[in-house]
């Protein structure tokens, strides 16, 4: 079956530690995105590569970093400059826009905690 | 700016219908999505519209007046199961998803 994957489940991090976040699809996407989901607000982009070896920044990449080194995986890396990363990260794929049919599909969610 | 507007939460009755408005201003238009999600889950796709006019698939159908700047998510015959949030996302000029808020829908029997 095809699909996108996320681990872990629950990441718990400690202050002034970068943790990674892991995202795996075996869709053939050629784009991968990154979001944040927050209670009450819409989900925000992170980070979105639309071919290995490239990304561009979302609308709130400050203190998260991200690299695309094969066409299956997208891992993030929240940093320790980010400051309030409690959240619900969302990795998604799809082909690349433009094409028509640019529907996001996405993975299970990584819940990140602060201890 | 770009915005996306859905009310926050709603409520039904069981075997009822309800419809979820969504209107946005955003820059450019290439497609309005509709997404359901439930609590503690990922968001899963339910259509896609870019064309005006209303389309329908099995219990759910979207509409679109790209003129009008909205559209609407239309739920028939309403099952427990359907007690999720319905998010409303928009593709912009730059081929980016712009996302609302999302509607709590809360189904009573």
């Known amino acids: 079956d095809g699909g996108i994957t996320q681990s872990p489940k629950y990441l718990f991090r400690k202050e002034g530690q970068n943790v990674t976040l892991s995202c795996e699809q075996n869709l053939n996407h050629d784009a991968m995105y990154w979001y944040r989901q927050d209670p009450g607000q819409g989900l925000r982009l992170i980070y979105y590569?639309?071919?290995?070896?490239?990304?561009q920044k979302g609308d709130i990449a400050e203190g998260y970093s991200v690299s695309r080194e094969k066409k299956e995986s997208f891992p993030l890396t929240v940093t320790s400059a980010q400051k309030n990363p409690t959240a619900f990260y969302l990795c998604?794929?799809?082909?690349?826009?433009?094409?028509?049919?640019?529907?996001?599909?996405f993975g299970p969610g990584t819940r990140l905690l602060v201890l | 700016g770009q915005n996306i507007d859905q009310p926050t939460e709603m409520t039904a009755t069981e075997g009822a219908i309800v419809q979820i408005n969504c209107t946005y201003q955003t820059s450019g238009f290439n497609g309005l999505f509709w997404y359901q999600q439930h609590a503690g889950e990922a968001p899963t796709f339910l259509s896609y519209?870019?064309l005006d006019g209303l389309e329908e698939k099995g219990r759910f159908s979207s509409f679109l007046s790209r003129s009008k700047g909205y559209s609407y998510l239309l739920l028939k015959e309403l099952q427990m199961k359907d007690s999720a949030s319905y998010l409303c996302a928009v593709m912009d000029s730059n081929y980016q998803l712009i996302w609302g808020a999302g509607t709590k829908l809360i189904i009573k029997p």
């Open positions: 519209n870019v």
């Open positions: 590569s639309q071919i290995v070896n490239d990304f």
């Open positions: 998604a794929s799809s082909i690349v826009p433009g094409q028509g049919g640019e529907t996001q599909y």
